[in-house]
């Protein structure tokens, strides 16, 4: 198969590499408050549920609480992990 021939008028000027103006991109990271809110909210999720199944029947205001007990528990770890989409 033929190859197209290419001549250097083809060739636009403003592909050269001297017209590039470089870009600053922002590479500021997460704060850590950030990290450490996020990550707290996922283990203190996890640790309400796991004191729920364990000692749960124990404690008296998890035992007022009932099933409310796992929605607590899980909204913490599901605010955590949305958290996470912010994270960079």
């Known amino acids: 198969m033929p ?3 290419i001549t250097r ?3 636009p000027a403003s592909t050269s590499s001297a017209n ?3 870009v600053k ?3 500021g990271g997460t704060p850590v ?3 450490a809110l996020m ?3 996922m283990l203190l999720g996890l640790l309400w549920l796991v ?3 364990l000692a749960g029947h124990q404690i008296p205001f998890m035992v007022e609480l009932g099933v409310w007990n796992y929605a607590i528990g899980f909204g913490l770890f599901v605010l955590g992990l949305l958290m996470t989409m912010g994270w960079r």
């Open 20 to 22: 590039r103006t470089p």
């Open 9 to 11: 008028n083809a060739i």
């Open 39 to 41: 990550f707290g909210l």
């Open 25 to 27: 991109i922002n590479t």
């Open 33 to 35: 408050w950030y990290k």
């Open 51 to 53: 004191v729920n199944y």
């Open 3 to 5: 190859k197209a021939k």
